[in-house]
């Protein structure tokens, strides 16, 4: 999990720095194509984030829940996860 963890502090550092460089974009007026580019970049990473994160749940988490007799809050938080990814 440490590994991962960094690897998600870094993505999110990343992130974090883009976010930065979009509000000085703003401030100094840049153009309106290259502001959405940043953007994408920025939902990007987040949706690799996210797509880390669900992974780690899916394949530790709701494993354990199966194999601890849960299956019924199981099936929620998969069919929950998947009701986040789709908006």
């Not at 000085?24 to 949706?47: F, P, R, W």
């Amino acid at each position: 999990m440490t590994r991962t963890k960094e690897k998600l502090m870094r993505r999110l550092k990343i992130i974090e720095g883009q976010v930065r460089g979009l509000q000085e974009m703003l401030e100094k007026n840049a153009y309106c194509i290259d502001i959405i580019t940043q953007s994408s970049a920025v939902k990007q990473g987040l949706t690799a984030v996210e797509d880390i994160l669900m992974e780690g749940h899916l394949g530790s988490c709701v494993i354990h829940q199966i194999k601890n007799g849960q299956e019924s809050k199981a099936k929620e938080e998969i069919l929950k996860v998947y009701q986040l990814k789709r908006k």
